[in-house]
């Protein structure tokens, strides 16, 4: 089976701190993805990556970055915590798309606030 | 702007009831996914349809892709507690680098 993990089920940071969120996956993908998830707004793309040190911005990308250095790991960092950025963060890591096969694989899911 | 809109957004329904989700965009889409979402889990893939028109079963769940590609629907028969969460249909557009765009989300709860 495929494994999403993510460091974090709960997180709680204070406004301007400097907050990382990581994604692990063990299924050797080469894109992965960070979404974040609001009630009414389904899931938002923040940044993905086709592949390692590959990223792109996704459609809100402000106030975030990420980093792949490795295969495996896809890290979300929130620069200066806001609290607007309070969330649920979902990680999601695909095959590399061949014949329309999108199928993503989530992980559990980060609750962060930020007060 | 969102791409997909979802309707509706929230149901409660009893058990043995059926029920249809509706996923409506002005956008074309080359696929669309289903995904259901259980509380404090990530979504999960429950179906991909890829032409115009297609109809897919998965045990009481029922799934079309309008003829245009720019809609889908949902349809449960018999709903039991366990199809509680919830669903979000997920669209691929060609020459958008492969990403999905997502819908606003159903939340359905079937009690007993």
């Known amino acids: 089976d495929v494994k999403v993990t993510q460091s974090s089920r709960y997180l709680v940071k204070r406004t301007g701190e400097k907050v990382f969120l990581e994604c692990v996956q063990d299924m050797d993908h080469e894109n992965m993805f960070w979404y974040r998830q609001d009630p009414g707004l389904g899931l938002r793309l923040i940044y993905f990556s086709y592949d390692v040190k590959m990223k792109e911005k996704g459609d809100i990308p402000e106030g975030y970055s990420v980093s792949r250095e490795k295969k495996e790991r896809f890290s979300l960092i929130l620069e200066s915590a806001s609290t607007n950025q309070t969330s649920m963060y979902l990680c999601?890591?695909?095959?590399?798309?061949?014949?329309?096969?999108?199928?993503?694989?989530f992980g559990p899911g980060t609750r962060l606030t930020v007060t | 702007t969102q791409l997909l809109e979802q309707s509706p957004q929230f149901l409660s329904i009893q058990e043995g009831e059926n029920l249809t989700v509706y996923c409506n965009s002005s956008?074309?889409?080359?696929?669309l996914q289903w995904y259901r979402q259980e509380p404090g889990e990530g979504p999960v893939l429950l179906v991909t349809?890829?032409?115009?028109?297609e109809v897919k079963k998965l045990k009481r769940l029922t799934f079309q892709f309008g003829d245009a590609r720019k809609d889908s629907s949902l349809h449960i028969t018999a709903a039991q507690p366990g199809d509680t969460g919830l669903y979000l249909c997920a669209g691929a557009r060609t020459g958008t680098a492969s990403k999905l765009t997502f819908g606003t989300g159903t939340r359905l709860q079937v009690t007993l």
């Open positions: 956008s074309v889409f080359s696929s």
């Open positions: 349809v890829v032409t115009g028109g």
């Open positions: 999601a890591s695909r095959k590399k798309v061949l014949r329309g096969d999108y199928e993503q694989y």
